[in-house]
């Protein structure tokens, strides 16, 4: 992700308040001053040109006396020289076939230019003052009346008028950028101050969401400052809610802490308690069975199902104390555990309890030591061996692989467990780890001959518990055909940085 620039930083990241804010207020002045700009030039250049069309009056009755006193007709209109006309005056007077013009400057009258005169004799005999181009002469404030039978046109220059305009528009440039500069600067420092109080409940809302809430004892003691929780303002509101809320949910994880650490001494509590009943039912059951001879058919296969379920019960409690041990979150016994040798042992148990199945082996060519709890770890690997021949059919071929990535010292134990059964369902997949997680589908509990074998239902629960408590990760994947469980463990250091470590 781009790193922001100046310009974001100084007026916030995209999306946020502070942006919209800025942006929005500083669009607000933009428009005000343009309107008021434009409303500043229209009333003055009204007023400038107002004055220009009073004197353009005056040199009309000027003119129209100077045309009217005797005398010889001349080059120039009579009136172009007349005392008070000011620089730059133009009179024209045309007869309809012949036109006389003249334009005064600092040394007396002159002729305009050819296409000035004919603009000029194009401007309509109506009275009318408007603004038009003479070519060579500028833009010109006109008035053209009727005069004993003649056009007769006056004008007088707008270059003043021009100039005055020009110099207020770039004043109103100048002034509007600096105003919107001084009011971005300001806007931003108000904007800023008003969102502090938000900007800090966000930062307890994050504080809160970075805590382990999951599970375990879980303290919630953050909350907004008593500043931020004013009820009288809007943020303070949201503080005030947010407080409340926090108090729900702290109390709802004390609750939840509570029940959790009940059913755990209950879990605990009862599978100590089941054990010595379970080793009198056994013991008895396979008492009776020694004297099998002597009893009926149907009593010895009864016999046989107390002490099978027998088993099943106490293998049950035995994962549930496990579970309870990892629950507690007590840290497992670490040694340097050779993970090539446990995996050997538990191919070689998983062949003899599932010879209907084809084992296969892939072993790394170097040792693979990570630091585990070495009772822990075995248990890992022959719940997910046990786990892929129960839930596959006879014939079904099971690899086992292990290897490295990364490097000796930083690097990564793989483990992958898998075989070329029916798959997992799509709906099981997401809770193939959680407690008492069965699928009624093809990948149910197979065994030889169709019969369905015992298990508890936990096995792949502990797998995940032993693996986090290890500071490592299982993932499944599951396709039909294809079902591969990958655990992932730090490889164990060099000796003496564990020793480092520990002290």
Do not use: C
Request: aromatic share 2%.
């Amino acid at each position: 992700m781009p790193s922001p620039g100046p310009v974001d930083r100084w007026i916030g990241g995209r999306g946020s308040l502070q942006r919209e804010l800025l942006l929005r207020t500083l669009a607000v002045l933009a428009v005000t001053a343009v309107l008021l700009s434009s409303l500043a030039t229209a009333l003055t250049r009204q007023l400038v040109v107002g004055q220009i069309d009073q004197e353009l009056a005056a040199t009309r009755e000027r003119t129209t006396r100077g045309q009217s006193a005797d005398g010889t007709p001349g080059l120039y209109p009579k009136g172009v020289d007349l005392p008070g006309q000011q620089i730059g005056t133009v009179v024209l007077v045309f007869d309809g076939q012949r036109g006389r013009a003249g334009v005064q400057t600092e040394g007396g009258p002159t002729l305009p230019p050819e296409k000035a005169i004919s603009a000029l004799i194009g401007v309509p005999d109506d009275g009318r003052k408007r603004s038009v181009t003479l070519p060579g002469l500028g833009h010109y404030r006109v008035l053209g009346f009727a005069h004993a039978g003649n056009l007769v046109v006056v004008g007088l220059p707008l270059a003043g008028v021009d100039a005055i305009l020009y110099r207020l528009l770039v004043g109103e440039v100048v002034l509007t950028l600096l105003a919107l500069l001084g009011g971005a600067v300001g806007v931003r420092l108000v904007v800023e101050r008003g969102l502090r109080p938000l900007n800090r409940l966000a930062g307890t809302a994050q504080s809160v969401s970075a805590l382990p809430l999951g599970s375990g004892e879980v303290e919630l003691a953050v909350r907004v400052p008593e500043a931020d929780a004013d009820p009288r303002s809007e943020v303070g509101r949201v503080g005030v809610a947010f407080n409340r809320m926090l108090a729900h949910v702290g109390g709802a994880l004390v609750a939840r802490q509570a029940s959790e650490t009940k059913l755990r001494r209950f879990v605990a509590d009862a599978s100590h308690e089941l054990r010595n009943p379970l080793a009198a039912i056994s013991g008895y059951a396979e008492l009776t069975r020694r004297r099998g001879e002597e009893l009926p058919e149907d009593a010895r296969f009864a016999v046989g199902r107390i002490e099978s379920e027998a088993g099943r019960m106490h293998r049950l409690v035995e994962d549930l104390l496990l579970l309870a041990r990892l629950d507690t979150g007590r840290a497992p016994e670490l040694e340097r555990v050779d993970v090539s040798a446990l995996v050997v042992d538990a191919v070689s148990d998983a062949r003899v309890a599932g010879q209907d199945h084809h084992w296969r082996l892939e072993l790394a060519e170097r040792a693979v030591e990570v630091r585990a709890d070495r009772f822990q770890l075995q248990q890992v690997l022959v719940n997910l061996l046990a786990n892929a021949r129960t839930h596959t059919p006879p014939g079904t071929t099971v690899t086992t692989a292990v290897r490295v990535e990364g490097s000796d010292t930083g690097g990564t134990a793989v483990v992958t467990v898998a075989d070329d059964g029916p798959g997992i369902p799509a709906e099981t997949l997401p809770r193939v780890f959680e407690r008492f997680t069965r699928a009624d589908s093809a990948r149910a509990r197979l065994g030889a001959a169709g019969e369905r074998p015992s298990g508890t239902g936990l096995g792949l629960a502990i797998v995940a518990a032993v693996v986090e408590a290890h500071r490592g990760r299982v993932h499944v994947h599951s396709v039909p055909g294809s079902t591969t469980f990958t655990v992932r463990l730090p490889l164990a250091g060099a000796p003496e940085q564990e020793a480092s470590e520990g002290s």
